[in-house]
């Protein structure tokens, strides 16, 4: 996967360049505390499962991110209403667009990368909270653009989407990598509009290896083939 036939890499944001799971814990616990709610393991255990419930379903077309942002809370807390889950929703990501808390090696691939590759940030988050977070991690000053689903009006692996970064970019398909933690939404979503595609998966084992897209277990492991 020679890196010199690309003129555009695309990132995923959450679980590829964030460490969500940081992120997450951190706004959540300041939102339930502002908002005089119980903090506790079981609670994020709960929240997770329900908040990656809503996510898929909107991968999947079934659900609207306004319906997500009031759901994943009043699922959460039962006895919200949901103008609270909706007041919940705007502290929790007011919070959450603090955080600019990367994955380890994010910082220095995309420094690497940057002037020789057109960069976008290609998102399902929410436009104002992903903006904010990559603001706050140092690294918006490297991207060409930010694609976000809730702009965009569709959700990765909508072959749509892709279409747009490749827009944008004014690069044609085969001209483009896509790098993603998520199998359906990032690798499978760019095969399917004909991008090459790069799964970034730290659990990798050599027994899963495929010709069909490229699999790294450190973001580092990308500039072997880049540059």
Not at 104 to 123: F, M, N, P, Q, V
Request: proline fraction near 2%; glycine fraction near 6%.
């Amino acid at each position: 996967m020679p890196g010199k036939k690309y003129r555009l890499i695309c990132f995923d944001a959450d679980g590829t360049l964030f460490d969500y799971n940081r992120a997450e814990e951190w706004a959540l616990k300041n939102t339930f505390l502002e908002h005089n709610l119980a903090f506790s393991g079981k609670t994020i255990e709960t929240y997770r499962k329900i908040n990656k419930s809503l996510w898929d379903r909107l991968e999947q077309g079934n659900i609207k991110i306004e319906r997500l942002k009031i759901e994943r809370f009043t699922k959460t807390f039962p006895g919200l209403s949901e103008k609270e889950a909706l007041e919940l929703s705007k502290t929790y990501l007011e919070h959450l667009k603090k955080t600019g808390f990367l994955i380890s090696g994010a910082e220095e691939t995309i420094r690497a990368l940057h002037g020789k590759y057109k960069l976008i940030l290609l998102t399902n988050g929410l436009a104002k909270t992903q903006e904010g977070r990559l603001r706050a991690s140092g690294l918006y000053a490297y991207f060409d653009a930010v694609i976000t689903s809730e702009e965009a009006g569709c959700a990765k692996p909508d072959e749509r989407i892709f279409r747009m970064a490749l827009s944008i970019a004014k690069v044609i398909s085969r001209e483009s990598l896509m790098v993603g933690d998520n199998l359906t939404a990032d690798i499978k979503g760019a095969l399917m509009a004909g991008m090459d595609a790069c799964w970034y998966n730290p659990l990798y084992e050599e027994k899963n290896k495929t010709e069909e897209y490229l699999i790294i277990k450190n973001l580092k492991e990308l500039l072997n083939f880049l540059l």
